[in-house]
Structures are given as structure tokens and as C-alpha cells.
């Protein structure tokens, strides 16, 4: 069976032979596919084979049928068992989806349009980009990095190399944190509880792993502007609460214990709402496509440079014991990463 990145550059060319699409300019080359070569750094996540499966549908319409993964880098870290453990099986499913699997970085960069990297482990994200920020748009999927800090050096290298950066974690384009949006029947929201689970992973702060999940949906329903967080964890609960700038209030529920979810309570000028679930990948590999399609990320540095300074605010309030300041997690992170 031919791979279905194939089919889309065959249906095109198929397309251009009968008369049904435009031939290019320059009628001595052979006819190009308006088409998005997109390459996946990192294969130890089931997001590389979802998100490649999403973008190579033959059937894919709208920024979706604009893109395909032709290229992948396995990456990997050996001491975390989840991703060291994950990889060949991932690139094995890649590699009979007809994406080419490279051992080198540079050559990754050179050969695409545009990049998701998805190394599940945030620590290896700054060193990998700085390899492949070369002015292509790349998706950085969670966590954006392992600290605030490394995400300030991240932004700094996308700005001198020209490279446009975009990061969320599906949560935020899942129908079950939309419904709650722009709801007449909630009207404006003035505070918003978000239930997920928390699996830790000692090579990140507490809430990175899973944890911004929940974090970025309370960013998704309040916005960006969060003043002060403080964190409760005792046994099996484990609750961050954000206080935003007009006063408004967004908790963060970890599971730890009991059945895993996501839950969202929206409380609102007019009613309460409450969704559960998730929807799966499909709106966020959309926002993806049309990033890769446009070079406009549809969230802003900024607003992912707030929600992981929750996130390190979260850990440094469980160790204090006390609430604390987003901003003073932002200036210890612009000095940090000054040192990058």
C-alpha cells in the first residue's frame, strides 16, 4: 500500500496532468504540490505517530491537507524509561507510514518546511532547537522546556534566527475547554476549576510533566495574566490556586489518586457549567498546520513563558509554604537565562 504522504503528492500531480490545478510558473521543473514538508524531532511519544497520522490523511482538508511529515529524528533520553523505552516502537510505526528516519539534526532542518519537535523530556528541547532554528516555523510540544528559564533562551534564539515558535498542550483546543467559552448562558467567567492528572517526573518541576495539562486550560478559560499562585499538596491532593489581575480565581486539581480525567467547571456572571473529557488531538494539529501555513502562532511566547512560571511558582509555593509571586519566578528565570 502506497504511504498516504505519497497519495497526497500523487493526487496533486494527478490533478495538475488532467488540467484541474494550476502548473507552475516554470514549465522546465517538474510540477510541485503546494505541500508542507514537516519534520518530527523526537520519536519517543505517541504524539509523533498521531500528529504524522492527522497531517499525512489523504482525506485532510483546510492548513491539514497543506502539510505532510516526511522526515523524523529519533531522539530519545535513556534516563527516563518512558521515552528511552518508547522510541523504536514509534519509529518503526513512522518509518511504515513512508516518513524518512535521520540520525542528524542539521539534515532534518534542511530537508523540511517545518517542525514539530516532540522529545517528550523539556530538558532536551533547548539544545535540540538550537540546532534546528534556522527561520522554520517549529511546533514545541509540552513542556515547552524544563524551566523558565530555558524557554527565555529558547525565545531568545527564535528571535535572532528569525524562527517563528508556537506551544500548547491540546488541552487548550479541546472541545471540552471550549464549550465553556464565550457561553451565554455562563457569561463572563469570574473563576474556573480544572481537574487532570499529575504524574511526576523527577527530571522536571512537579507540574510539567502532566500537570500542564490542567494549567493550560485555566490559560485557555482566564487568560494570561496571572499574579500569584499558591499550592496545597497533602497525600493524595494536590490543588494550585492562580489569582489573575482583575481578581478572578483558577484552581488546579492533580490527580494523584483515583480515577484519572480531565474535568472543567466553568463559574460564570450568569450560571455554572461543567464539561468532561477529552477530544482528542485533531484541533490542535489543526492550529498546528495553519501555524506552519502562516508563521502566526495563535498562542504568544509570552502567554507559554506565563503558564510555565505557574507552573515553577506552584513548586516554589509547596516548598515555601507560602503563595508566590509569578513575577518574581520571571525575573529569577531573565537571570538564569541570561547564563544560557
Not at 165 to 191: E, K, P, T
Not at 292 to 301: E, K, L, M
Amino acid at each position: 500500500m502506497r504511504p498516504p504522504a505519497l497519495d497526497r503528492r500523487l493526487a496533486a500531480c494527478l490533478l495538475i496532468t488532467f488540467g484541474l490545478l494550476p502548473a507552475p510558473a516554470c514549465s522546465g521543473e517538474p510540477p510541485e504540490p503546494d505541500v508542507l514538508r514537516v519534520g518530527i524531532v523526537g520519536c519517543d511519544t505517541s504524539h509523533a505517530v498521531a500528529f504524522a497520522q492527522i497531517m499525512n490523511d489523504p482525506a485532510a482538508v483546510g492548513a491539514c491537507a497543506r502539510v505532510e511529515v516526511t522526515a523524523a529524528f529519533p531522539g530519545g533520553s535513556p534516563d527516563i524509561p518512558s521515552s528511552r523505552d518508547r522510541v523504536a516502537g514509534y519509529v518503526d510505526q513512522l518509518h511504515g507510514m513512508g516518513v524518512e528516519i535521520t540520525q542528524d539534526l542539521s539534515e532534518l532542518a534542511a530537508s523540511v518546511d517545518a517542525i514539530l519537535l516532540e522529545s517528550v523530556d523539556g530538558r532536551t528541547h533547548l539544545p535540540q532547537f538550537r540546532t534546528i532554528a534556522v527561520g522554520k516555523p517549529v511546533f514545541i510540544d509540552k513542556p515547552a522546556s524544563d524551566s523558565v528559564a530555558g524557554f527565555l533562551a529558547i525565545r531568545e534564539i527564535a528571535g535572532r534566527t528569525n524562527t517563528p515558535i508556537f506551544s500548547s498542550s491540546a488541552l487548550r483546543y479541546c472541545q471540552n475547554v471550549a464549550s465553556l467559552q464565550d457561553s451565554d448562558a455562563v457569561g463572563r467567567l469570574v473563576g474556573v476549576e480544572v481537574a487532570a492528572p499529575m504524574a511526576l517526573e523527577p527530571h522536571h518541576p512537579d507540574l510539567f510533566w502532566y500537570g500542564i495539562h490542567g494549567v493550560e486550560s485555566l490559560y485557555a478559560l482566564l487568560g494570561p495574566e496571572c499574579l500569584e499562585v499558591t499550592r496545597v499538596a497533602a497525600g493524595g491532593h494536590d490543588v494550585s490556586v492562580g489569582t489573575w489581575s482583575d481578581g478572578r480565581v483558577g484552581v488546579y486539581r492533580g490527580l494523584k489518586q483515583g480515577r484519572a480525567g480531565y474535568a472543567f467547571t466553568a463559574y460564570g456572571e450568569n450560571g455554572i457549567n461543567h464539561s468532561s473529557g477529552f477530544s482528542g488531538y485533531d484541533p490542535l494539529v489543526e492550529q498546528i498546520a495553519e501555524f506552519f501555513v502562516t508563521r502566526r502562532a495563535p498562542v504568544s511566547p509570552e502567554e507559554t513563558t506565563g503558564i510555565l512560571a505557574f507552573m515553577e511558582a506552584a513548586d516554589e509555593s509547596r516548598r515555601l509554604q507560602a503563595p508566590v509571586k509569578i513575577e518574581t519566578i520571571l525575573q529569577r528565570a531573565q537571570s538564569a537565562a541570561e547564563g544560557e
